[in-house]
T-cell receptor
Framework: SQQGEEDPQALSIQEGENATMNCSYK?????LQWYRQNSGRGLVHLIL?????REKHSGRLRVTLDTSKKSSSLLITASRAADTASYFC?????????????FGTGTRLQVTL | DAGITQSPRHKVTETGTPVTLRCHQT?????MYWYRQDPGHGLRLIHY???????DKGEVSDGYSVSRSKTEDFLLTLESATSSQTSVYFC??????????FGPGTRLLVL
């Protein structure tokens, strides 16, 4: 079953605007990661936030994590046409043998000129 | 791309035939993963490996087997392909920082 669920499923904004995507999950996690996927390509890691962190920044990206609400958000500021892609959150649980990532269904972001 | 290649990149096969997909890495990472991606489901974990000859099942492992005889190669086999296994398959490696790096994917069509 899906651990992370993104909201909205699709988002269309104009260049220069901010884009916010949300992710909700169900169980305890070790960390949460956000990935980006351009059409027809593999996923690219954007940012990792650990369960004991509340906010993290990387360039134009800002991620928050609220473990009490089991939710995270990804904010892309000053969006560009090149940000057009699908964005996925992935919750991470470390088992005895490996880290298991469970992905949500993604948010499709369209940035228009 | 963290030195990950997948082969083949595209494959069309018929129901009932065996299919093997290969994932190759050049950086000797211990952990490797196979996912499938389908519309409306995101990525789902099929199998993963935590070392040579050490593998375990993921969320959707039925109908799939894996093997890892060398650090650099992780093979995914569909024993008898079905139309429900039509999908895009991604291999990933994990670094020590818990980040996963993905290969370019293999598009598989089972007729």
């Amino acid at each position: 079953s899906q651990q992370g669920e993104e909201d909205p499923q699709a988002l269309s904004i104009q260049e220069g605007e901010n884009a916010t995507m949300n992710c909700s999950y169900k169980t305890s996690i070790n960390n949460l990661q956000w990935y980006r996927q351009n059409s027809g390509r593999g996923l690219v890691h954007l940012i990792l936030i650990r369960s004991n962190e509340r906010e993290k920044h990387s360039g134009r990206l800002r991620v928050t994590l609220d473990t009490s609400k089991k939710s995270s958000s990804l904010l892309i500021t000053a969006s560009r046409a090149a940000d057009t892609a699908s964005y996925f959150c992935a919750t991470v649980v470390n088992t005895g043998t490996a880290s298991k990532l469970t992905f949500g269904t993604g948010t499709r972001l369209q940035v228009t000129l | 791309d963290a030195g990950i290649t997948q082969s083949p990149r595209h494959k069309v096969t018929e129901t009932g035939t065996p299919v093997t997909l290969r994932c190759h890495q050049t950086e000797n990472h211990r952990y490797m993963y196979w996912y499938r991606q389908d519309p409306g489901h995101g990525l789902r974990l099929i199998h993963y490996s935590y070392g040579v000859k050490d593998t375990d099942k993921g969320e959707v492992s039925d109908g799939y087997s894996v093997s890892r005889s060398k650090t650099e190669d992780f093979l995914l086999t569909l024993e008898s392909a079905t139309s429900s296994q039509t999908s895009v398959y991604f291999c990933a490696i994990q670094t020590s920082g818990e980040t996963q790096y993905f290969g370019p994917g293999t598009r598989l069509l089972v007729l």
